[in-house]
């Protein structure tokens, strides 16, 4: 049995403005396309900082120096902030730095994920550190998020054994399916932020690789 229609609706279906990756993942090749404006003026309710750093994403000192930027956030604001990491191991660090702000630290794990976000709509003077299932799915509109910290470009693992299988598969992998992948994750978590047309933010991603790399 088929299904006549199948619709598929989403913020972040298109990479560089075209449906090849969904369209490709999803084997729909014959397709109707329709691209809608966002309803949201992003020049005029956010802000993108992508400061200056000494480290790249995988120097070992990328954490510390990312950390000390953080806590500058967080006193500043008194909170406000999520910061979405691509590791576990960027996010105890600079969660376990972010602590001598003084600023309530909601870090994933130490309660349920509704819980967190409960807290985190409720009380401005808290910040929240989640990875990969906070970069989606998360609708905290008004002045509790005010900051968006995103640590890196979220690209896959090296080692995953996906990314290291679709490599054998096709040489061409890191154009056709991680760079696309990567920048629908990274739209998905920027999304975060401005929620409603009254919402105004500041996202900061401490990845230079923006401005650097092709």
Same mark, same amino acid.
């Given at each position: 049995?088929?299904?006549?229609?199948?619709?598929?609706?989403?913020? %972040?279906?298109?990479? #560089?403005? &075209?449906?090849?990756?969904?369209?490709? !993942?999803?084997?729909? /090749? @014959?397709?109707?396309?329709?691209?809608?404006?966002?309803?949201?003026?992003?020049?005029?309710?956010?802000?993108?900082?992508?400061?200056?750093?000494?480290?790249?994403?995988?120097?070992?000192?990328?954490?510390?120096?990312?950390?000390?930027?953080?806590?500058?956030?967080?006193?500043?604001?008194?909170?406000?902030?999520?910061?979405?990491? %691509?590791?576990?191991? #960027?996010? &105890?660090?600079?969660?376990?730095?972010? !602590?001598?702000?003084? /600023? @309530?630290?909601?870090?994933?794990?130490?309660?349920?994920?509704?819980?967190?976000?409960?807290?985190?709509?409720?009380?401005?003077?808290?910040?929240?550190?989640?990875?990969?299932?906070?970069?989606?799915?998360?609708?905290?509109?008004?002045?509790?998020?005010?900051?968006?910290?995103?640590?890196?470009?979220?690209?896959?693992?090296?080692?995953?054994?996906?990314?290291?299988?679709?490599?054998?598969?096709?040489?061409?992998?890191?154009?056709?399916?991680?760079?696309?992948?990567?920048?629908?994750?990274?739209?998905?978590?920027?999304?975060?932020?401005?929620?409603?047309?009254?919402?105004?933010?500041?996202?900061?991603?401490?990845?230079?690789?923006?401005?650097?790399?092709?």
């Amino acid at each position: 049995k088929t299904t006549p229609t199948v619709v598929l609706t989403s913020a %972040t279906h298109t990479a #560089n403005g &075209e449906f090849d990756f969904i369209k490709r !993942e999803t084997g729909a /090749v @014959e397709v109707e396309e329709l691209q809608v404006d966002s309803p949201f003026d992003f020049r005029e309710q956010a802000i993108l900082v992508v400061p200056r750093m000494k480290c790249l994403p995988n120097d070992p000192g990328f954490a510390a120096e990312m950390s000390g930027h953080i806590n500058r956030i967080l006193a500043l604001l008194k909170g406000r902030t999520m910061c979405l990491f %691509t590791s576990w191991k #960027n996010l &105890e660090a600079c969660a376990t730095a972010a !602590e001598a702000t003084g /600023v @309530e630290i909601l870090r994933q794990g130490d309660k349920p994920r509704s819980k967190l976000l409960a807290k985190f709509r409720k009380d401005e003077g808290t910040a929240l550190f989640g990875t990969s299932s906070f970069w989606q799915g998360v609708d905290v509109p008004g002045e509790a998020l005010s900051c968006l910290v995103i640590d890196k470009i979220p690209f896959m693992n090296p080692g995953d054994p996906l990314l290291e299988a679709l490599q054998e598969r096709d040489p061409g992998c890191f154009a056709n399916y991680s760079l696309p992948k990567a920048i629908l994750d990274l739209r998905q978590g920027f999304g975060r932020l401005i929620r409603r047309r009254s919402d105004r933010g500041v996202v900061v991603i401490f990845d230079t690789r923006l401005f650097t790399k092709a």
